[in-house]
């Protein structure tokens, strides 16, 4: 590839389409977080003004549920002086910067992220446009791959801040490029395994390696004079390598504290998440999540050493609950656990830095259960995010599934939350138990275009139990937080009404394929066979009103324009939210 091959994709035509694709999704998001107000005008277009009141955005938009804005992409004109100007997505952020609470110093930050994403899309519109019908037939990973929109909610979603051109080439999850991982060999001195019930080292490593490159990579350490034994193999990214351990950890390097062993033989793709990898020569072979000093969506993408010693017991545990709670394993729900995990300790940095800093983050990774081989005959699989998908012509992911399954819309729709919302409202209502079941930490189990089940994954991060009182075992403790009263059950309205069933209840609705007041009738019908069949949680029902006529707007774009670096505190997830007001809940009454 040359120079000028590597950056193709950026053409003029598709820097305005993709600008504009981008600047359709701000307005629509910011308005439904309440950071702008367009004002409506007698022609029925809608007005934003920047904050000089000296630019006009003119637009055409339909409003949807939850103050949902679906904005016609190619109405948008923008005007100054009386004069028509061309659309500029760095400019938009430029002239509302004030509205949008951008500082002065996380504005240019911000604005490189936004360049990424447009870049992204960029890319996306160059690849072959291929039809949400086409895709509903095709493999999990070439779904994976055929996604163009990210996560629904956030404006700049594609940041990948630390990424050039040819690494975004090349671990991009879009590029669809295979990547071997590097392995590292780290003294046992500094570096420490835990597993699963049932799982060791030395046989768990062999198994995803092979015991030929096992023996390869120990005749790298004995060739160096080093004892085998005393090192743990670590898998990184690639990237991590060249750009962070090489420098960053170079005197590890050179005491021989690290030994980097090569690549790997098995080939991988990279997830939606990034640093996330399936692993193509062997799909029933484990996922491999890995370290990555990449700033995207909000935070700093390492792994902490720390917290990857307590993951496979949380896993564990909470598939031990699913396996032995009759409604959970009535749904279907199943988790892909994240089975073994290894850290590598830096002291020196560890001395120098609190448990937030990114140096202590660098260099760990995790071994996650394939959902590969837990498939029936005719099962196939899609990350839930796809559901939200929708095509060039404008045809939604979901809308190809409902046509596939040649089931009515809600009798699909039916299916689909039985999978996947009824387990969560049991984990919530039964246990206090919640998760962060958005679309990319979702996988659907399909067969013929019908949801058969659910398998949640990205467990030991992200789920929490909310009851202070809660018995965990003590290396569970951690997943305990404290949230007050009023806002737990936001962790179903936030996470699954306002950020993933609004956008696939909208599209929907467009297409002609199910009304809006159908689809939430659905849920709430769901919802109450959910709780019928349940009386014994009767109390929680009142407690916690899952068809309260409102509840309060917590907004994501919100924290990530406050600090895109650190938006949130996992251990304190409440402590962050950005809230502005209430929405109307769609199921209240029904």
């Not at 950026?10 to 600008?19: C, D, F, N, V, Y």
């Not at 394993?329 to 300790?345: D, M, P, Q």
């Not at 996947?420 to 013929?448: C, Q, R, S, W």
């Not at 994954?457 to 018995?471: G, R």
Request: overall charge negative.
């Amino acid at each position: 590839m040359t120079l000028a091959d590597a950056v193709a994709h950026l053409s003029p035509e598709r820097w305005e389409k993709a600008g504009r694709l981008l600047i359709r999704k701000a307005l629509a998001e910011f308005a439904h977080e309440r950071l702008i107000t367009p004002e409506r005008e007698e022609d029925g277009r809608y007005l934003v003004r920047s904050d000089d009141g000296l630019t006009r955005y003119r637009f055409t938009a339909t409003l949807h549920a939850l103050d949902h804005w679906r904005v016609d992409g190619d109405s948008i004109t923008r005007h100054r002086d009386g004069s028509e100007l061309p659309l500029a997505a760095l400019d938009f952020f430029i002239e509302l910067r004030r509205s949008l609470g951008l500082s002065d110093d996380i504005l240019p930050v911000y604005l490189e992220e936004i360049s990424s994403t447009v870049a992204g899309i960029c890319y996306k519109l160059a690849k072959p446009q291929i039809p949400s019908a086409e895709l509903a037939r095709s493999g999990f990973q070439a779904i994976e791959s055929g996604m163009t929109e990210g996560h629904p909610c956030f404006v700049a979603n594609n940041g990948r801040l630390g990424f050039g051109i040819h690494e975004y080439l090349s671990y991009a999850p879009e590029t669809a490029s295979p990547v071997r991982l590097v392995w590292l060999a780290a003294h046992r001195s500094r570096a420490a395994f835990t597993a699963g019930v049932g799982l060791e080292y030395e046989s768990f490593i062999r198994q995803e390696l092979g015991t030929g490159t096992v023996e390869r990579f120990h005749g790298v350490l004995r060739d160096q004079g080093l004892d085998p034994a005393d090192y743990l193999l670590i898998p990184v990214h690639p990237w991590q390598w060249w750009n962070k351990l090489t420098v960053t950890f170079a005197a590890e390097v050179a005491r021989r504290n690290l030994v980097c062993l090569g690549e790997g033989d098995d080939e991988y793709l990279a997830q939606q998440s990034i640093r996330t990898f399936f692993n193509t020569s062997h799909p029933e072979k484990h996922y491999v999540k890995t370290a990555l000093s990449v700033l995207n969506m909000g935070f700093m993408r390492g792994l902490s050493a720390a917290y990857m010693e307590a993951t496979p017991a949380i896993n564990d545990w909470l598939a031990r609950l699913i396996e032995n709670d009759p409604v959970l394993k009535s749904t279907g729900l199943t988790i892909i656990r994240e089975r073994a995990a290894v850290g590598y300790h830096h002291l020196e940095y560890e001395a120098a830095t609190d448990r937030y800093s990114p140096y202590r983050k660098m260099l760990a990774a995790l071994w996650r259960e394939s959902p590969v081989p837990s498939l029936q005959d005719g099962e196939a699989l899609a990350t839930m995010a796809s559901l939200a998908h929708v095509d060039h012509e404008g045809a939604s992911f979901a809308g190809a599934l409902i046509e596939r399954s040649g089931l009515p819309p809600r009798e699909w729709l039916r299916h689909y939350l039985r999978a996947y919302l009824t387990p969560l409202l049991h984990g919530f209502y039964a246990y206090d138990l919640v998760f962060m079941p958005h679309g990319e930490n979702v996988i659907l189990v399909l067969k013929d275009g019908v949801v058969q089940r659910a398998i949640f994954k990205d467990i030991a991060e992200e789920i929490a139990v909310m009851d202070p009182e809660a018995v965990l075992p003590p290396e569970v403790a951690r997943i305990r937080v404290e949230v007050p009263e009023d806002k737990k059950l936001l962790s179903i309205f936030t996470d699954v009404f306002d950020c993933f069933l609004r956008f696939v209840a909208a599209n929907l609705a467009t297409e002609g394929i199910l009304e809006e007041e159908d689809f939430w009738r659905t849920v709430a019908e769901v919802a109450h066979e959910y709780q019928d069949a349940n009386p014994q949680l009767a109390e929680r029902f009142r407690q916690y009103d899952l068809f309260a006529p409102e509840f309060a707007l917590s907004c994501l774009n919100r924290l990530q324009l406050r600090n895109n670096e650190q938006m949130v505190d996992l251990a304190d997830p409440s402590g962050a939210l950005q809230l502005a007001g209430t929405l109307r809940n769609p199921i209240a009454g029904l």
